[in-house]
C-alpha cells in the first residue's frame, strides 16, 4: 500500500505564494510519475502538474508561468511551487503517485486565495 500526504495549503491573498508538499510513503519500488491535481467546488478535479519519473514536467495552461512542480533526490517527495496566485486558484489540491498501474491519492490541502 501507498500513503500519500499533503501539505502547505493555506489562505493567501492574489499575488501571494504558497508551496506545497506531497510525502510519499509505504511499499514504493521505484522513482514513479507524480503529479498535483485541484478541485474546486463545483468543478471536475484537473491537473494541475505533474512529472515523470524521468524528471519531465508538464503543466495546465492556467497555471504555466507562475506554477513549478519539482521532487527530491529520493523521489518519493514531490512539491509544487505557486506564485502570483490569484483566486481561481481555490481549490482543494491533491496528490496523485502511479505505480505498476495504480494511481494513489492523498486526501489533499485546501487553497484559499483571496482578492
Known amino acids: 500500500q501507498v500513503q500519500l500526504v499533503e501539505s502547505g495549503g493555506g489562505s493567501v491573498q492574489a499575488g501571494g505564494s504558497l508551496r506545497l508538499s506531497c510525502a510519499a510513503s509505504?511499499?514504493?519500488?521505484?522513482?514513479?510519475?507524480m503529479g498535483w491535481y485541484r478541485q474546486a467546488p463545483g468543478k471536475q478535479r484537473e491537473l494541475v502538474a505533474a512529472?515523470?519519473?524521468?524528471?519531465?514536467?508538464n503543466y495546465a495552461d492556467s497555471v504555466k508561468g507562475r506554477f513549478n512542480i519539482s521532487r527530491d533526490n529520493a523521489g518519493n517527495t514531490v512539491y509544487l511551487q505557486m506564485n502570483s496566485l490569484k483566486p481561481e486558484d481555490t481549490a482543494v489540491y491533491h496528490c496523485k503517485l502511479s505505480q505498476f498501474g495504480t494511481d494513489y491519492w492523498g486526501k489533499g490541502t485546501l487553497v484559499t486565495v483571496s482578492s
Open positions: 509505504g511499499s514504493i519500488f521505484s522513482i514513479n510519475p
Open positions: 512529472i515523470t519519473s524521468g524528471g519531465s514536467t
